[in-house]
């Protein structure tokens, strides 16, 4: 892999805020209905399969809920969080949070050494687990249009697909 056209830097001058944050619960369609019909959240997209449904918060560049039913999320997850950076650091935060300490993880919990875009938003993402083991996420929305048959791969994947280089 080859470094990004920035630094490494101090991961916590690069987040901007919080963009996602998920939830376990008991019974998915009920809480769906919750969300969408009572609360009037914009509903995104629902993955029956894994069980698991999200939201827009806002705008898409603005934040998203996840709802994982009971013992279906990703990364053996207590609690999972996902904070917004520019797309540029993201690009290059391999280095950055190893650099920090942290091992870079993709979505299924595995150590990466760039980026994972998820093809449905899209947005590109990173991984990595605090002390206590909650799944943390530093990501940005991309301009791209959504590809769901992309589904969840590296950035430099991404980018091929598109004519386009790291």
């Known amino acids: 892999m080859t470094a990004g056209p920035y630094p490494p830097q101090n991961v916590g001058t690069a987040i901007t805020g919080v963009y996602e944050t998920h939830l ?25 399969q894994r069980r698991v449904a999200f939201f827009w918060v806002g705008s898409k560049a603005e934040g998203m809920l996840g709802l994982w ?24 935060s391999c280095e950055s949070l190893q650099a920090a300490g942290i091992q870079p993880l993709g979505f299924n919990g ?22 206590d ?12 249009a959504p590809d769901v048959d992309f589904g969840i791969g590296a950035y430099s994947a991404w980018l091929a697909s598109r004519g386009q280089r790291k």
């Not at 150590?111 to 990595?128: H, K, N």
């Open 24 to 48: 376990p619960v008991r019974d998915l369609g009920r809480s769906v209905a919750f969300y969408r019909d009572q609360l009037g959240l914009e509903f995104a997209k629902e993955f029956p």
């Open 69 to 92: 039913e009971t013992g279906t999320a990703p990364l053996q997850m207590k609690l999972h969080f996902a904070f917004r950076a520019e797309e540029a650091f993201i690009a290059s």
């Open 110 to 131: 595995e150590m990466v050494t760039e980026p994972v875009v998820i093809g449905w938003v899209p947005a590109l993402s990173i991984y990595f687990k605090d002390p």
């Open 133 to 144: 083991g909650h799944s943390l996420e530093i990501l940005s929305t991309l301009d791209d």
